[in-house]
């Protein structure tokens, strides 16, 4: 640990990392829209899944963002997690599309939703790439 890593803010993996955080949140705003005692936005099925990943992905991006700004070196848990991030992202947009043609969802939130878990599954592909040197930081 060592002092605060402004240089980490214009980075390619800085930008992702705020990126992930802002598209994690509006998703967040709209799964959890129709809000009901938490029924709406975790319950059991397609959408609970999604909703739960987002949940837990953006508190970690929170934290790793900080992490990085205060100059931590995590790498290989980094590796990891952007490994986890890219297959359980993939999955939830493809459950996503799954629901929204099974059941013929007209509600924008949902299309919504499913653009932005679509656009944080493509920062977590480009995250991946960064750390695995496949990609310019």
């Known amino acids: 640990m060592g002092g605060l890593n402004t240089?980490?803010?214009?980075?390619?993996?800085?930008?992702?990392?705020?990126l992930q955080?802002?598209?994690?949140f509006v998703t967040c705003a709209l799964l959890c829209a129709n809000w009901y005692g938490g029924r709406s936005?975790?319950?059991?099925?397609?959408i609970g899944f999604a909703s739960s990943l987002n949940f837990v992905i953006v508190i970690i991006n929170v934290v790793l963002f900080f992490l990085n700004l205060l100059n931590a070196t995590i790498y290989r848990m980094e590796r990891l997690y952007s490994v986890i991030g890219v297959i359980l992202f993939?999955?939830?947009?493809?459950?996503?599309?799954?629901?929204?043609?099974?059941?013929?969802?007209g509600r924008?939130?949902?299309i919504g939703a499913t653009v932005?878990?679509?656009i944080q599954m493509v920062l977590f592909i480009w995250d991946y790439q960064i750390l695995h040197g496949q990609a310019f930081n």
Request: glycine share 14%.
């Open 21 to 24: 955080i802002i598209c994690g």
């Open 7 to 18: 240089g980490y803010l214009s980075t390619n993996r800085g930008i992702i990392k705020i």
């Open 108 to 110: 924008n939130q949902l």
């Open 41 to 46: 936005c975790f319950y059991d099925g397609r």
């Open 116 to 118: 932005f878990i679509g």
């Open 90 to 105: 993939i999955v939830a947009f493809g459950i996503m599309i799954w629901y929204l043609i099974e059941y013929e969802v």
